[in-house]
């Protein structure tokens, strides 16, 4: 089946970290672009990161910038978020969203939440 | 990065057509012919409607159609359906290679 699985989400205390999880099946991971999108508990999307197929190219949203760090191994299929020095506002379900090319999602995981709460 | 402006919300009834507006800046939409539109149901993923402003994936009925002019995109759904009730999100492309997308539209079928 051709799908995306997140992982990683969870309840964390302002300040902490965490790694969100992403693995591919079903299809080349390899040779797709791949993105982090988050959406805030009744609000809209919000872009989070972007990887190249081969990592070469990284790019973030000026909020997340220092702050969350994105990789990949294709070797496991799997996409990564480093999310570190987290606040209120980055509470969210984290998507992951394979790039067809133009920076159209074609393909997105069901999420995993993050809530961060003292 | 700011967003790109949507009406918070459009209707119709069914068998009606509808016009959703997307507008943003010389610096997104309209630089570049990478606008996407999305449909997200509640509690659900988005789904790509729409990319590369007016290509529709496969599977996506012809019902859904998006043009640009400028700096606003716009995504038309002709032949309004129950189904069709749902939040519609349009993303572009920028120059700062990011990607923004808008606040999202609820669209009701009467």
């Known amino acids: 089946e051709v799908q995306l699985v997140e992982s990683g989400g969870g309840l964390v205390q302002p300040g902490g970290s965490l790694r969100l999880s992403c693995v591919a099946s079903g299809f080349t991971f390899s040779v797709y672009n791949m993105n982090w999108v988050r959406q805030a508990p009744g609000k809209g999307l919000e872009w989070v990161s972007y990887i190249s197929a081969s990592s070469t190219s990284i790019y973030y949203a000026d909020s997340m910038k220092g702050r969350f760090a994105i990789s990949r191994d294709n070797a496991k299929n799997s996409l990564y978020l480093q999310v570190n020095s987290l606040r209120a506002g980055d509470t969210a379900i984290y998507f992951c969203?394979?790039?067809?090319?133009?920076?159209?999602?074609?393909?997105w995981g069901h999420g995993t939440m993050v809530t961060v709460s003292s | 990065q700011s967003a790109l402006t949507q009406p918070a919300s459009v209707s119709g009834s069914p068998g009606q057509s509808i016009t959703i507006s997307c507008t943003g800046t010389s610096s997104d939409i309209g630089g570049f012919n990478y606008v996407s539109w999305y449909q997200q149901y509640p509690g659900k993923a988005p789904k790509l409607m729409i990319f590369?402003?007016?290509n529709r994936p496969s599977g996506i009925s012809h019902r859904f159609s998006g043009s640009k002019s400028a700096n606003t995109a716009s995504l038309t759904i002709s032949g309004l359906q129950a189904e069709d009730e749902a939040d519609y999100y349009c993303?572009?492309?920028?120059?700062?290679?990011?990607?923004?997308f808008g606040g999202g539209t609820k669209l009701t079928v009467l």
């Open positions: 590369d402003v007016s």
């Open positions: 969203a394979r790039d067809r090319g133009g920076r159209a999602f074609d393909m």
């Open positions: 993303s572009s492309y920028t120059s700062s290679s990011a990607v923004v």
